[in-house]
């Protein structure tokens, strides 16, 4: 009968010994280490960091890097020729995910992102989303440019609005289209010229634009490029801001601007790669008001409290659904 107990007393502790290991070797085994590990991110850029485009990029991947989400590593002024060599080096380095601009590089972007169908690839792009791993996203602030052309609109004197973009792609015609429309909404009369400089980043040439349209009688200018605020500080003028807020840069010049959140885009993706389930798909989405990756930022002390009620009613119908702004991607064109 003692036999009997002490032999069942032994099982018990084996068998509890035995549980505690298989507990502590589910604990520490390498899949749950690794899925503790932070995401092994690159970026690869062809303009620097402080422009404002990449600049929200950086900003958004910095904050996951600074929650301890992700490690993140980056390139910048990346030539074009050199932008495949990039990819490759950071693909074989063993990131996981490799954030990007393709818009130059289309072609050679997604023929390196095949030959690495492990590794996810979010890429600025024009063009659709490319299986298995190729996705792609853009910066959609196609509505709060609609609501900072109601201002430029009601605030122009002369009735003349300035307009500079880096190049006639979709993603800067159709803000250029939607903040247009917003200054027909409250001066039907307004009038446009419109202006590409060929360059995504060339302060000094955006600058020299800009004076000559001011000259023309330009009172309000839309500055998508940097350079243009520059331009209409010196002159007295108002300008419109893109993608990042610079009033603090340019004191009684910036009426509003439309502001660009990469973090939902950024935080979306990595939460897929680390849940194994990332999809070769369109992120532009995430650059909707909707899912806050698009905001308007206002100085209340140029724009009357009548005026930013009427752009807040606008902005309050676009969040609820019942205002759609219309996205056009054509090429806009000077006024008639």
Do not use: C
């Not at 930022?297 to 019942?322: F, M, N, Y």
């Amino acid at each position: 009968m003692f036999a009997t107990r002490l032999n069942g007393l032994v099982r018990r502790h084996v068998l509890a010994a035995v549980a505690a290991f298989a507990a502590i070797i589910a604990v520490y085994s390498p899949a749950k280490v690794l899925a503790a590990e932070p995401l092994k991110v690159a970026a690869i850029y062809t303009v620097p960091v402080e422009q404002q485009w990449v600049g929200r990029i950086h900003q958004a991947l910095n904050a996951a890097a600074e929650r301890g989400d992700i490690t993140y590593v980056y390139s910048e002024n990346t030539a074009n020729t050199d932008y495949e060599r990039v990819m490759r080096e950071y693909a074989e380095a063993g990131h996981q995910l490799i954030v990007g601009e393709a818009f130059a590089v289309e072609r050679a972007a997604r023929n390196v992102a095949a030959e690495y169908p492990e590794t996810a690839f979010l890429m600025g792009s024009s063009f659709p989303a490319a299986e298995p791993n190729f996705a792609v996203f853009d910066n959609f602030i196609h509505e709060p440019s609609y609501l900072s052309g109601m201002i430029a609109g009601a605030k122009s004197k002369s009735g003349k609005i300035g307009m500079i973009g880096g190049f006639a792609i979709p993603e800067v015609n159709r803000l250029m289209h939607a903040f247009m429309n917003g200054a027909k909404a409250t001066n039907p009369d307004v009038t446009f010229t419109v202006n590409f400089i060929n360059s995504w980043y060339d302060p000094p040439k955006a600058k020299e634009t800009a004076y000559a349209m001011i000259d023309a009688g330009a009172d309000v200018l839309y500055a998508e490029r940097f350079g243009v605020s520059d331009a209409a500080m010196e002159k007295g003028i108002f300008a419109i801001g893109n993608v990042i807020d610079t009033a603090a840069d340019y004191p009684n010049t910036i009426l509003a601007s439309a502001i660009w959140h990469m973090e939902p885009t950024v935080d979306t993706a990595i939460a897929a790669v680390k849940a194994n389930n990332f999809k070769a798909e369109d992120y532009g989405k995430y650059s909707f008001m909707g899912h806050g990756g698009g905001s308007l930022v206002v100085d209340e002390t140029l724009v009357d409290a009548d005026l930013l009620g009427k752009v807040k009613a606008v902005e309050a119908s676009i969040l609820d659904g019942s205002f759609i702004v219309e996205i056009n991607d054509e090429e806009p064109k000077s006024s008639n």
